[in-house]
């Protein structure tokens, strides 16, 4: 992985990931909430697949899809009830079934090594993000872990990202899974990768990032690229 840092282009970058289904994979511990909530009232239980496809807007929208689902809308007081007991459950166990994805935290530490600023950029409720990412050894490795409540707006907007990356980089690029990613991306202007392995309500390479791949410890390598292009 050493040569894709020979230019020193990561000296001087600042690079923003999603959380859930980017860096780890949470949906085995989603879907548990997420049935322990539903269930009692009558839905029939999600899949896991099914929730894979759900998770990037937050849990709220996972909760009001589950409903949907079976053409029932929920009453703005009963979702807020619902998200709350998601999140209580959730939380007190958080990283039950969650793995780190292969490839993450060497390809992170070789960046970091490399002079990088590496930041989260999630819609993942920020108490929550923090937990997670502080359970399964991750937060050393990132400058700001930045929720939807630390930022103006949260993706696709672009203040979300800008919020994440800081300032006085060189170059910079958003790492994730699914639109909201690279629609903040976009907006903010910088270039997106996308892991086809994660959680997308549609495929991968109709998302309209600047790369598709199939391995996080492809990302040096596919910034490197990318970067090299646009200077």
Not at 6 to 28: K, R
Not at 59 to 85: C, G, K, M, P
Not at 111 to 140: F, H, W, Y
């Amino acid at each position: 992985m050493s040569e894709y840092f020979q230019s020193g282009l990561f000296a001087n970058a600042s690079i923003a990931f999603d959380l859930d289904g980017t860096l780890v994979d949470t949906a085995p511990d989603l879907v548990r909430a997420l049935n322990a909530v539903v269930g009692p009232r009558g839905l029939a239980p999600v899949s896991l697949d099914d929730v894979r496809a759900m998770v990037g807007r937050g849990s709220r929208a996972l909760i009001e899809r589950s409903y949907a689902r079976e053409n029932i809308t929920l009453e703005h007081q009963e979702a807020d009830d619902l998200v709350a007991a998601f999140i209580e459950i959730y939380q007190s166990d958080i990283a039950a079934q969650s793995q780190i994805f292969p490839g993450v935290e060497d390809t992170l530490s070789a960046m970091l090594n490399a002079g990088a600023t590496l930041s989260v950029c999630t819609n993942k409720p920020s108490a929550l993000s923090d937990l997670l990412i502080e359970t399964l050894g991750l937060t050393r490795y990132f400058t700001r872990i930045i929720g939807p409540e630390r930022t103006g707006a949260k993706k696709p907007a672009a203040d979300h990202i800008r919020s994440a990356l800081g300032s006085g980089h060189g170059v910079s690029a958003m790492i994730g899974d699914s639109s909201p990613d690279v629609d903040a991306a976009r907006a903010a202007g910088i270039p997106s990768i996308v892991l086809s392995y994660g959680y997308s309500e549609k495929p991968a390479s109709s998302l309209g990032a600047d790369r598709v791949i199939h391995s996080f410890s492809d990302v040096p390598k596919t910034l490197a690229e990318i970067w090299q292009v646009r200077r």
